[in-house]
């Protein structure tokens, strides 16, 4: 599955847009074509409008996340295409939905590794603190 904007694909990259750029010798547009042009560019106040009410929102929505955790983390090739299906097929809204599912299904199905972890963390602060009562009573 190819994303347009992989940077790893530069083939895939989107190609500029010049459809209203004119260039030298050229006039401008007549009838149909014009107005063309100024419906488009009519509309971009709107597209840009409309883009800043969507990061307005995004950024809403993850600072009024109570019991969510915000973390950037890099993921392979294949980890993105797979995240990106379950996004296209309608499992998830985006990414990061589909990626924090996969983590608590790891970790939940790694249960006694962390029950390993946990018992070694144990120990080790244990240990801690009586090298810090050793180092106590030698002052």
């Known amino acids: 599955m190819s ?23 050229e006039e401008l547009p007549h009838g149909e074509e014009r107005a063309r042009v100024r419906d488009i560019a009519s509309r971009i106040p709107e597209s840009l409008s409309s883009i800043g009410r969507d990061i307005s929102r995004t950024i809403e929505r993850a600072l009024s996340a109570k019991d969510d955790y915000v973390v950037a983390v890099k993921v392979s090739h294949e980890a993105q295409e797979r995240l990106e299906q379950l996004v296209q097929a309608g499992v998830f809204r985006n990414r990061a939905e589909a990626a924090a ?15 390993r972890v946990s018992l070694k963390l144990s120990e080790i602060e244990r240990l801690r603190a009586e090298l810090r009562g050793m180092i106590g009573k030698t002052e």
């Open 3 to 25: 994303n347009i904007n992989d940077p790893n694909n530069p083939d895939a990259m989107l190609e500029p847009i010049d459809d209203l750029l004119l260039t030298e010798g």
């Open 101 to 115: 599912f996969l983590i608590d299904e790891g970790i939940k199905s790694q249960h006694e590794l962390f029950d």
